[in-house]
């Protein structure tokens, strides 16, 4: 009986680490310290702005197991940026502020000239450069209209999946409408303390490994004594 109820409990822990195994991983959905800074070269489009001294920083979530070309808003599940700038100067024509959060990824529907239109907060696509995949993001306050951005925005891209540095003066690496502020920076993965559920099979797996060399063992010293 009791070596029954050992192979019993052997088979239980495999179910559960199979089950796990089969989840999405905790390491799918990866969280970026962002810490940006804008370049101080960059001149100004209007005489209500100036370039200078000022930061991007905050986090955001990409869930690698949604594909980025699944939609505008891509892998984007979540985001709390500040964009500021140091010196006190406006970030935008449109915002008269010297800072702005953007922590909305979700999609919504504004209503311009009687028609609906979906205006998409946060977006993301995929790039290469050279054989390293980056992610492009951006992120934007207020609607658009004629093409305009109606508020501050930042983008910037990082290599994809792995976090690294903003290059200044790419194409991408920009913040803020008319600011023409490049960013230079990192874009850095958090490291998670909690195992993710593969890990936990593994360690299941193993466990049950042993439970079953041990319940072999013990049937060959029964037949042994017998």
């Known amino acids: 009986m009791k070596l029954l109820s050992v192979a019993k409990s052997a088979i239980s822990t495999v179910a559960v680490a199979g089950a796990l195994i089969s989840t999405t991983a905790y390491a799918d959905v990866i969280t970026y310290d962002v810490n940006l800074t804008f370049d101080p070269n960059a ?16 986090t955001f979530t990409i869930d690698t197991s949604i594909p980025i070309s699944s939609s505008p808003t891509g892998n ?8 500021r700038s140091n ?30 239109v979906t205006e998409y907060p946060a977006q993301s696509s995929l790039t290469t450069k050279g054989v390293t995949p980056y992610e492009y993001v951006s992120f934007s306050s207020g609607p658009v209209f004629d093409s305009i951005q109606e508020g501050p925005s930042i983008q910037f891209d990082f290599p994809y999946t792995s976090g690294g540095s903003v290059i200044p003066g790419n194409f991408d690496s920009i913040a803020s ?21 593969r890990t936990w099979a593994m360690l299941l ?18 037949i042994a004594a017998a």
């Open 76 to 83: 984007l599940v979540a985001a709390n940026l500040l964009e």
């Open 205 to 222: 797996l193993g466990f049950a490994g042993l439970g079953l060399i041990g319940v072999r063992r013990s049937r060959r010293g029964a």
């Open 87 to 116: 010196n006190g100067t406006i970030l935008s024509v449109f915002s008269n502020s010297a800072s702005q959060l953007f922590n909305t990824v979700a999609p919504y529907t504004i209503t311009f000239l009687w028609s609906p």
């Open 43 to 58: 001149s100004p489009s209007s005489s209500l702005e100036a370039a200078g001294p000022g930061t991007v920083t905050g």
């Open 177 to 197: 409408t008319g600011f023409n502020a490049y960013l230079f920076g990192t874009v850095t993965p958090e490291v998670s303390a909690v195992p993710e559920p």
